[in-house]
DNA sequence: GCAATAGTGTCTTTAAGACATTATCTT
DNA sequence: AAGATAATGTCTTAAAGACACTATTGC
């Protein structure tokens, strides 16, 4: 274990990556396990400090790369908020910028140079997890902005491959929301949203039912009107 | 933020404020004359660097008192989005943490110490004004996030004193969208939407025609379902 | 055939859009 | 009284909720 450096006078500014797939059926965040101290032993975000000269959204995708093995195309990319609190990072002064990262059935970490323990997290056992610095805070603060952007905009599909069914689609709000929604009813709202949806001629492979439909994502961004979560 | 050891050269972090009020029925902005290259002459927002050791939304209350004359109860303030393109300040890495704060009819800046020339520009004008760094982004980012909120907060009452009538919360709709809103259908919304207003038993003077009954904030912060303004 | 999944249709309810109408003030 | 502003009411339309029903697969 290396010793600990004194705080020196200076403001690091870091990003810390709030990564959401579904895995499982369940919405999961990528954590990876500390050793050092501070926080030894505890999981925290993937994260790491922006180089002086370097583009946050750079240091964003870069961390990614090194520490989840995920490329540019692999997710969709969304600044949250930054933290900035003096005490959250008993080291020193760290800014750090929150990145949401979604994206369709994300692979397992590679363990090796940087990374010694990383793992999927289902959000609903992170009561269990010891998370360090602020960590959970941020978190919370990722996982509210997906839940409420799936609200009014046509974010869910990136949870999704390429190709999808509304079944499928269906599947990401109730997993991410934590409700079930009534299926004809989605149907029609997903069909009939302009720019949510294009329709292709191709099926899923049936699983024991009526083949499902392909979609893939439409061309359109805002949902309007949105779809609430309120009605449950 | 858990790997590598930052850098050596700096990167600084600043805030940025983005100061709305409306005056003369106008959706209005804070600027500041800037006087030292780079961008002399041009205007710009008024903004600062954090000190060490300093929280973030501290900072941008500092500067609201240090520029605008602001204290914390005159504004409601919100973290908009961080910027950091390496290219955007001349002088090094800055990355500045922008903030929107809205307030009710907001005071003419007092000249003096600090900043020289400051003055309110209606966003409506904003075109004609040669703006200083990337702020023409991070101002357009800052108002479509409260043209945004508008839709689904209870927000817009923060544009207003504290005891208001329907139709000054219509006005607010209407001068920050740049729209015109039927006064019927908006009234019904108004009252009829659970935490949005509190009634009160007084009226306000006259003004030519019938009274209207004066209404306090609510306690609801979410406007469900939203105030849309597709429909225009 | 039956179970399972996908998709459509129908009725009801909610809420918005487009007004008309009434209420209460100033002049 | 006329004009102005505020508030309410009514009719229509859009869209969601709550289902029932049909369609197409595997077994």
Not at 123 to 139: C, P, Q, T
Not at 204 to 225: E, F, M, N, Q
């Given at each position: 274990?290396?010793?600990?450096?004194?705080?020196?006078?200076?403001?690091?500014?870091?990003?810390?990556?709030?990564?959401?797939?579904?895995?499982?059926?369940?919405?999961?965040?990528?954590?990876?396990?500390?050793?050092?101290?501070?926080?030894?032993?505890?999981?925290?975000?993937?994260?790491?400090?922006?180089?002086?000269?370097?583009?946050?959204?750079?240091?964003?995708?870069?961390?990614?790369?090194?520490?989840?093995?995920?490329?540019?195309?692999?997710?969709?990319?969304?600044?949250?908020?930054?933290?900035?609190?003096?005490?959250?990072?008993?080291?020193?002064h760290?800014?750090?910028?929150?990145?949401?990262?979604?994206?369709?059935?994300?692979?397992?970490?590679?363990?090796?140079?940087?990374v010694?323990?990383a793992?999927w997290?289902?959000?609903?056992?992170?009561?269990?997890?010891?998370?360090?610095?602020?960590?959970?805070?941020?978190?919370?603060?990722?996982?509210?902005?997906?839940?409420?952007?799936?609200?009014?905009?046509?974010?869910?599909?990136?949870?999704?491959p390429?190709?999808?069914?509304?079944?499928?689609?269906?599947?990401?709000?109730?997993?991410?929301?934590?409700?079930?929604?009534?299926?004809?009813?989605?149907?029609?709202?997903?069909?009939?949203?302009?720019?949510?949806?294009?329709?292709?001629?191709?099926?899923?492979?049936?699983?024991?039912?009526?083949?499902?439909?392909?979609?893939?994502?439409?061309?359109?961004?805002?949902?309007?009107?949105?779809?609430?979560?309120?009605?449950d």
């Amino acid at each position: 274990m290396s010793a600990s450096t004194p705080p020196e006078p200076q403001i690091h500014v870091a990003v810390d990556m709030i990564v959401l797939t579904l895995r499982d059926e369940q919405l999961s965040v990528l954590l990876v396990q500390r050793h050092d101290e501070p926080y030894g032993g505890a999981w925290a975000l993937p994260g790491g400090f922006i180089e002086v000269g370097e583009d946050i959204e750079a240091a964003a995708y870069r961390v990614l790369a090194d520490e989840a093995s995920l490329g540019t195309d692999d997710v969709y990319l969304e600044q949250v908020r930054t933290f900035g609190t003096p005490g959250r990072d008993p080291r020193g002064h760290v800014v750090s910028v929150a990145f949401m990262a979604l994206g369709a059935d994300l692979p397992d970490p590679r363990h090796g140079d940087v990374v010694q323990d990383a793992r999927w997290w289902a959000v609903e056992d992170l009561a269990r997890v010891n998370l360090a610095f602020d960590h959970g805070i941020v978190l919370d603060a990722a996982i509210e902005r997906a839940r409420a952007k799936l609200e009014y905009t046509t974010l869910a599909a990136t949870f999704l491959p390429p190709e999808f069914t509304i079944s499928q689609l269906r599947a990401v709000y109730e997993k991410v929301w934590g409700t079930t929604l009534d299926a004809g009813n989605f149907h029609r709202k997903a069909t009939r949203t302009p720019g949510f949806l294009v329709e292709l001629e191709r099926y899923a492979a049936p699983t024991g039912g009526r083949p499902a439909r392909l979609y893939r994502k439409g061309h359109g961004s805002a949902l309007v009107p949105p779809l609430l979560r309120s009605g449950d």
